[in-house]
């Protein structure tokens, strides 16, 4: 299984290469056009299963928490910046408009 929460094409293509046949990708990032154009032949070549952000269901929700609290998922990890809410519009233009940076998951503190 590959979890992508990038949204860029080329992420998502080489970590597909990385599944097995018949393996699962689960898309959580944000995929604006071209990347939401994703069903290609190298998807459907190794029958792949992909999930989609289409909405949540209880039982995996409260299987999400569960493994959270045992250890197994480590959401902590997908955090690479910690912003203040003052400072979002320039984080906005520098992070994503410009690249100035890489970055996985941003939090705005709200103090």
Known sequence: MIVDTTGARETIQRASGLLRHNGHLVLLGWYPEPEN???E??????????????GWRRHRLLG?????????????A???HQIPVTEAPQAY?????????DFLGVVFAWE
């Open 37 to 39: 154009q994703l069903l």
């Open 41 to 54: 032949d190298w998807l459907h070549r190794r029958e792949v299963t992909w999930y989609g952000t289409g």
């Open 64 to 76: 999400a928490l569960a493994s959270i609290a045992a250890g197994q998922l480590k959401p902590e």
């Open 78 to 80: 997908l955090v690479t």
């Open 93 to 101: 233009r520098e992070l994503l408009l410009e690249k100035s940076e």
